[in-house]
């Protein structure tokens, strides 16, 4: 069983930044690869980002491509996500998720076993 933790999250104003953080336990880090997920109120959950297990390969939704950047720590058992030039749309439940992918990784839920109990990320003026 893997557990995950995230951290991080907070208000912050228009074009601010924030580290979010996913503390995983309990399985080797190195077998899965982590998703970051979003959802917003009224909104289905959707992947933003993610890191394959294998190469440590990323993928990004286009809406944060050049804004957000995931990575992963082995030695602290991490991955990290960092979130910048925000804007209210960003606005939501940031959630990490892990998947036992042999190959790359995927913005969709369906591959992910384990999920975080997600961290609130607010932007307002």
């Known amino acids: 069983q893997l557990h ?12 601010g930044s924030l580290r979010l953080s996913c503390a995983t336990s309990g399985r080797p880090l190195t077998d899965y690869a982590i998703g970051w997920f ?13 890191i394959s297990s294998t190469d440590n390969s990323t993928w990004y939704h ?3 491509k050049g804004r957000f950047t995931v990575g992963r720590d082995y030695t602290k058992n991490t991955v990290y996500f960092q ?15 892990a998947g036992s992918l042999f190959v790359g990784c995927f913005l969709y839920v369906s591959p992910y076993d384990y999920w975080g109990q997600g961290t609130q990320v607010t932007v307002s003026s």
């Open 62 to 64: 286009d809406s944060v």
């Open 4 to 15: 995950l933790v995230e951290s991080g999250g907070g208000l912050v104003q228009p074009g």
């Open 83 to 97: 979130i910048n030039g925000l804007n209210p749309e960003d606005a939501a439940v940031y959630y990490c998720a």
């Open 38 to 50: 979003r959802q917003a109120p009224g909104k289905e959950r959707e992947g933003v980002a993610c």
